[in-house]
Nanobody, 127 residues
Framework: QVQLVESGGGSVQSGGSLRLSCEVS????????MAWFRQAPGKEREGVAG???????KYAESVKGRFTISQDNGENMLYLTMSSLKPEDTAMYYC?????????????????????WGQGTQVTVSS
């Protein structure tokens, strides 16, 4: 049974930094893809950053240069390091994992490519 548990959210001021963590269990594929999504109140869920087993990464334009996705296979962890945070980054952030296959990079941030989701961790950025 795949389980994803996020942590590390909180409240920060504009310009601050946070690192989100996702503890992954039960997820064992030779080929895999994982990502961070976020959803603000009244808005659709959007892909923020994705990574796959080939080491390819994809970022939403709105976070390029500010967010970094990384993973630690040895500790079964996925991370999202966020810097230069803006009020518009305020959202619930979700860790997601997809079934074992290789995706075209263009689809790495599409929610329908992921079938395992965590419960989310709230990030609030004040101006």
């Amino acid at each position: 049974q795949v389980q994803l548990v996020e942590s590390g959210g909180g409240s920060v001021q504009s310009g601050g930094s946070l690192r989100l963590s996702c503890e992954v269990s039960g997820y064992h594929y030779d080929h895999w893809h994982m990502a961070w999504f976020r959803q603000a109140p009244g808005k659709e869920r959007e892909g923020v950053a994705g990574i796959d087993s080939a080491g390819r990464m994809k970022y939403a334009e709105s976070v390029k240069g500010r967010f970094t996705i990384s993973q630690d296979n040895g500790e079964n962890m996925l991370y999202l390091t966020m810097s230069s945070l803006k009020p518009e980054d305020t959202a619930m952030y979700y860790c997601a994992a997809g079934p074992g296959r290789i995706l075209p990079l263009s689809r790495l941030l599409r929610a329908n490519e992921f079938n395992y989701w965590g419960q989310g961790t709230q990030v609030t950025v004040s101006s």
